[in-house]
């Protein structure tokens, strides 16, 4: 991989239409004066099984944007809908995070977009975060909106679930991302027990008195588990 994708926390995601193989990591913003060093966090593509990559960034300054250092990401990747033009690729390219801070309880959902195939991304509305957390209802102070993997319908219509200071809802978008309708799903509340997760830290080998189990092999063995993705031939 590039040295920009130098970051353990990624996301690959692979477009089963077309094989392109998309990655993003965390920005190495601690890095200055080493290659890859970044203030915005990295995304890619690969169009040869990895061998090349087409690196570019999401937000900063280049695109017009605040910088994003946000985790818990995804990309997920569908059809255009009505109204929405894509040039050099059939697709829309969605990347969704907590920014601009990784896993902080003032972080808001902010999806990118790109209608190039990945070669630059940006905010659907410039002015507004996708789901801000200052103004989401029942959150109270320390909760957090979690993004999770968004996908796409055949007539180009987003569906990105997130669990708002914990009541799941489904954020429905026919704008490519520009707008959501956010629809809560009844009884599914998911209020984690600060004792069990007290608890489960003091028993992680390597995980006591680190944050949010940050630098924790085990919890990043589990984050390498998921980086799966399928291409067109299964």
């Keep these: 991989l590039p040295v920009e994708f130098a970051h353990i926390i990624a996301y690959v995601q692979v477009d089963p239409a077309t094989n392109r193989i998309f990655y993003k990591s965390i920005a190495r913003a601690w890095a200055?004066?080493?290659?890859?060093?970044?203030?915005t966090n990295p995304?890619?593509?690969?169009?040869?099984?990895?061998?090349?990559?087409?690196?570019?960034?999401?937000?900063?300054?280049?695109?017009?944007?605040?910088?994003?250092l946000g985790d818990m990401g995804s990309i997920f990747v569908g059809p255009p809908p009505a109204g929405t033009m894509t040039s050099g690729y059939p697709n829309v390219v969605y990347s969704c995070d907590f920014s601009p801070k990784a896993s902080d309880p003032t972080s808001d959902v902010q999806c990118w977009r790109s209608l190039d195939g990945g070669k630059s991304f940006h905010r659907p509305d410039p002015a507004n975060a996708t789901l801000a957390r200052a103004t989401a209802p029942g959150c109270a102070a320390g909760d957090y909106v979690f993004p999770n993997r968004g996908t796409v319908g055949p007539n180009g219509t987003v569906y990105l679930p997130v669990n708002r200071c914990g009541q799941w809802v489904v954020g429905v978008s026919t704008d490519a991302g520009r707008t959501f309708t956010w629809n809560p799903i009844p009884d599914a509340v998911n209020v984690p027990d600060p004792k069990v997760l007290a608890e489960q830290k003091r028993n992680t080998p390597g995980c006591a008195g680190s944050v949010a189990n940050a630098g924790c092999p085990e919890t990043f063995k589990q984050y390498g588990q998921q980086r799966l993705a399928m291409d067109a031939n299964g």
């Design 32 to 39: 200055a004066g080493e290659p890859g060093y970044g203030t």
């Design 43 to 68: 995304i890619g593509y690969s169009d040869d099984d990895g061998e090349t990559w087409h690196v570019t960034r999401i937000g900063g300054a280049a695109n017009g944007e605040p910088d994003t």
